[in-house]
């Protein structure tokens, strides 16, 4: 079973020595509910670094009022099995009040169309409680690597942006989308959904896959592609669409016309109310 420590101060302690010794840190940031895609993310960064420190943290920063921070699940008990199964050695599972000391607050905040975008424009708030709290998480751990899922692609964009802007000293490794045999892609969010759901929710990764076939073999119009998208998951009735949009990479840059490899195709939709996201790349 791996170590887990609440506060600050004890995961420093613990650190330092081994830092000093010349080890190398991977750093994989969740909010627990592990699953085999947290767990892929921790056993590479068990095969690249000495030490790997999983940090298990529902940060309320990032949930709108009106989302799901009270329902999330909390599955700290099982995690530790996940991250010990998975070769990880420390979880790293702070209060908010540790993670939050002050009453009022710091913000670290990337601003532009990258956050405005796809997630942005339905969770306003959402990128810059992530952009702070990996912020927090660099500066407690000072990771050598840190490690996050292409599941989240604005995310990785935001966090690119962020590590280069801020001069964070260290290396992100993304890891590509791991999913279940149905194709759907693993999210903590799937407990939510009845059977049912779940099997009209395999339309997501379905239809990404046949889009990226439609690109490779030749319909290259932005419209072409989103509008192919939109009507494939719209003929889900269970399927209600938050959005179908398409940017290019890196950086979610506007397309004009043509979409230019590599691009993002990223949906969200609705099954019941739970809201999942999925994305492939066109390239
Ligand atoms: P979360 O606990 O949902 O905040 O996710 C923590 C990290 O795991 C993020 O970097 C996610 O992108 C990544 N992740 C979650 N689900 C998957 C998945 N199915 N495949 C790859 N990475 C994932």
Known sequence: ???????????????????????????????????????TLISNSAKEND???VSVFVN????????????????????????????????????????????????VEVTGNITKVLCGKSRPIHFRGVTTVVSKLFNIVGPTRAY??????QQVEVLRRMVKDMFFDLELRIVPIVREESGLARSSRNTYLSAEEKSAAVIL????????????AGTTKVEDIISF??????????????????????????????????????VAVRFGTTRLIDNIILE
């Open 229 to 266: 998208t939109r009507t494939e998951i719209a003929k889900e009735p269970l399927a209600n669409i938050e959005y179908v949009e398409c940017y290019g990479l890196p950086g979610l840059y506007e397309l004009s016309d043509e979409v230019k490899a590599p691009s993002l195709l990223a």
């Open 148 to 153: 996050f899922g292409q599941k989240d692609a």
């Open 205 to 216: 990764s379905k239809t990404l896959k046949i889009a990226l076939e439609k690109f490779k």
């Open 1 to 39: 079973m791996p170590q887990c420590f609440h506060t600050v101060k004890e995961l420093r302690e613990y650190l330092k020595p081994l830092k000093a010794q010349g080890k190398t840190v991977g750093l994989v940031p969740t909010m627990g509910a592990l699953h085999q895609g947290h767990a």
């Open 51 to 53: 030490i790997t420190v």
């Open 60 to 107: 309320p920063t990032q949930f709108g009022p009106t989302e799901d921070f009270d329902a999330y699940p909390r599955t700290l008990e099982a995690d530790l099995e996940v991250v010990g199964k998975a070769g990880g050695d420390v979880v790293f599972a702070p209060s908010p009040a540790e993670m939050y000391p002050s009453s009022d607050d710091t913000w």
